[in-house]
């Protein structure tokens, strides 16, 4: 296991074709441990996406999974609306969140935020 940070390894955000591409922005292992420290265990449901598996997985064209600043994470004890708030609430300027009815998107994108919810669209 290369670990990245105290809760995160590398290979939870390996690409799920196996490719080997397992790159991670160092920013989102950051904001990933902030919400760490206020939650329980995260698991990464989907990091890194490879630009085939991205298209295979139906990811938008400029999926911020493809160039390793994104992640879709599930919290345990909590739902993804909490954590979509939790994120909005300390984070209101920065990065993109989306909520899902199964798990809570985040990516470290720079310049303008973006939210959406899938539940609602
Ligand atoms: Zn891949």
Redesign the pocket.
């Known amino acids: 296991m290369a670990k990245l940070s105290e809760h995160f390894s590398r290979e939870e955000f390996a690409?799920?074709?196996?490719?080997?591409?397992d790159t991670v922005d160092y920013e989102l292992i950051r904001v990933l441990e902030a919400l760490r420290s206020n939650t329980g265990p995260i698991i990464i449901s989907s990091g890194?996406?490879?630009?085939?598996?991205?298209k295979a997985a139906g990811g938008a064209l400029k999926s911020f999974h493809v160039i390793s600043k994104a992640a879709d994470i599930i919290v345990k004890g909590n739902t993804p609306a909490e954590i979509y708030h939790h994120l909005s609430e300390r984070y209101p300027d920065r990065y993109g969140i989306g909520l899902y009815s199964g798990w809570v998107h985040i990516d470290v994108r720079g310049g303008a935020k973006a939210r959406w919810d899938e539940n609602h669209s």
């Open positions: 690409c799920q074709c196996g490719c080997g591409q890194n996406r490879c630009t085939k598996r991205n």
